[in-house]
């Protein structure tokens, strides 16, 4: 996982088979589904680097959505709401 998270500790939507980065989205998908995937797999193997993991991609996902970091709005100009992150 680490191979697909830039400097700013936000991680790639797509990259290469071989971890190289393709594309970093605005929203925090990627985070917020490492996170589930770190708890569940830390449920398994309980390796506190796993656990630890979980929590640093569920705080990121928490600053882009709560506090709007490390991201630049796609329309500047209307004030609209998305409806995925309430999902």
Same mark, same amino acid.
């Given at each position: 996982?680490?191979?697909?998270?830039?400097?700013?500790?936000?991680?790639?939507?797509?990259?290469?088979?071989?971890?190289?980065?393709?594309?970093k =989205?605005?929203?925090?998908?990627? +985070?917020?589904?490492?996170?589930?995937?770190?708890?569940?797999?830390? @449920? $398994?193997?309980?390796?506190?680097?796993?656990?630890?993991?979980?929590?640093?991609?569920?705080?990121?996902?928490c =600053?882009?959505?709560?506090?709007? +970091?490390?991201?630049?709005?796609?329309?500047?100009?209307?004030?609209? @709401? $998305?409806?995925?992150p309430?999902?």
């Amino acid at each position: 996982m680490s191979r697909c998270t830039d400097t700013d500790g936000r991680m790639f939507f797509t990259v290469t088979k071989e971890g190289l980065p393709i594309q970093k =989205r605005r929203y925090f998908f990627s +985070e917020t589904f490492a996170a589930i995937g770190c708890a569940e797999y830390y @449920k $398994a193997c309980k390796e506190e680097q796993v656990w630890n993991d979980a929590k640093k991609y569920f705080e990121m996902a928490c =600053r882009v959505f709560y506090k709007n +970091e490390l991201t630049t709005p796609k329309f500047t100009n209307l004030n609209l @709401k $998305a409806l995925s992150p309430v999902m």
